[in-house]
């Protein structure tokens, strides 16, 4: 739920890793291992590309932050900036 929120509406958000316990740890782990490499460098991709054209600086500036959270879900939090 907390990539789906932040999905749908990510401008203004950041994205902070504040603390990490046994449980996130553990849960990285796995989710780096099942899925979170990929979506990781698929949203790096989509941010280069998107980098390209001045219109898509900020829309690639945002897949640059899914990236962060793709990779390392549990422990992060999303804040208003």
Do not use: D
């Not at 789906?4 to 603390?19: C, N, Q, T």
């Amino acid at each position: 739920m907390k990539i789906a929120g932040f999905v749908l509406w990510p401008f203004g958000r950041s994205v902070v890793h504040s603390h990490f316990g046994v449980i996130s740890v553990l849960g990285n782990v796995i989710w780096i291992l099942i899925c979170g490499v990929e979506l990781c460098v698929i949203h790096l991709v989509f941010g280069l590309l998107l980098c390209v054209t001045i219109i898509g600086i900020p829309f690639g500036t945002q897949h640059f932050k899914f990236a962060k959270l793709a990779l390392v879900p549990f422990g992060a939090e999303i804040r208003y900036s």
